[in-house]
């Protein structure tokens, strides 16, 4: 008796689709389509499921219906990528340098609110200025920048996201993009930063810190802590990226470990452990550096772990 062999299904809709992929490639390397062009073409993402679903539904009734799907497919997505500027599918597509700055004035105390977001931010100490806040930022989204108040001023600086899913972290443009923040010394500042997805260096050490929050993201962070701000203390979220501190030398510091996270803990073998928190694990407890309590100037770290490595240095 003879053995009935089982259905073969063989669709030309997933070579043909590949092969629109490999032409779009092409046709973006040799500039026939603009970058903006690409980008918006991610923002169609869920045409793909339709697509597949379509295929799905009537392409294994013929591997003609399943090739005519992926012909199709492929059309709509050239067609879209060609007409997209006169269809005004482009918007925050192209790479731009926003600039924002805020007078010193009669301020005689700030605080500012720094969301970084996904980009390779410089945050520093502004030289001869009257500025509060200078601020240079490539950014492929807008951003919005806020400031009030007379004598204690109130800055903030925050990406505007669109609703829904944002594939704007596919970086075809902007890879030397990058935010630079420069910051009064003259004026004690409250500092809350929300680091992101981007690499941060937060070079705070000619500015008057009187409190300071960094909430860790994805992105490394590199922490010069202030040489001359008298006391004050920061409260650092640990993220999935490594944290580095820097403190000067002549700075009184307490390191405040409470939780266990997955990340390591560094502390300098200098430290003294004045409370391991009944644990005796390394990982959480209480440091301080010799004459902590009566240095003139000093800052107590509260540090809460995350995934990403904790190395005071």
Do not use: C
Not at 4 to 31: A, C, E, H, T
Not at 271 to 297: K, P
């Amino acid at each position: 008796m003879e053995e009935k062999q089982g259905y073969q299904y063989r669709s030309l809709f997933w070579p043909i689709l590949l092969i629109g992929v490999g032409v779009v490639w092409l046709l973006g390397n040799l500039g026939y389509i603009s970058t903006p062009s690409l980008r918006m073409l991610l923002r169609l993402w869920p045409l793909i499921l339709i697509v597949i679903g379509l295929d799905i539904i009537f392409g294994r009734r013929s591997p003609v219906i399943g090739g005519l799907i992926g012909l199709g497919a492929v059309a709509l997505i050239i067609a879209l990528l060609f007409l997209a500027p006169n269809l005004g599918l482009e918007t925050g597509g192209e790479l731009k340098t926003l600039t924002f700055s805020e007078p010193l004035g009669s301020a005689t105390s700030a605080r500012i609110t720094l969301d970084l977001e996904r980009y390779p931010t410089t945050v520093e100490a502004l030289s001869a200025s009257d500025l509060l806040i200078e601020a240079e930022l490539d950014t492929l989204t807008d951003v919005r920048f806020s400031a009030r108040g007379a004598g204690e001023k109130t800055v903030s600086i925050e990406p505007v996201t669109g609703s829904g899913f944002d594939f704007d972290w596919f970086d075809l443009v902007g890879a030397d993009a990058r935010w630079e923040i420069g910051l009064s010394p003259d004026v004690p500042i409250d500092l809350a930063i929300d680091v992101g997805s981007g690499s941060a260096t937060l070079d705070l050490m000619y500015l008057e810190i009187t409190e300071l929050e960094i909430n860790g993201g994805s992105g490394s962070t590199d922490l010069f802590l202030p040489e001359s701000s008298s006391q004050y203390t920061a409260n650092i979220d640990g993220g999935s990226g490594s944290i580095n501190i820097d403190v000067p030398g002549d700075v009184g510091v307490r390191v405040v470990i409470r939780d266990r996270g997955s990340g390591s803990v560094s502390v300098p073998s200098s430290y003294r452990l004045v409370d391991d928190m009944g644990d005796n694990d390394g990982d959480t407890g209480i440091w301080e550096t010799d004459g902590y309590s009566s240095a003139a100037h000093r800052v107590e770290i509260t540090f809460e772990p995350g995934s990403g490595s904790f190395n005071l240095r």
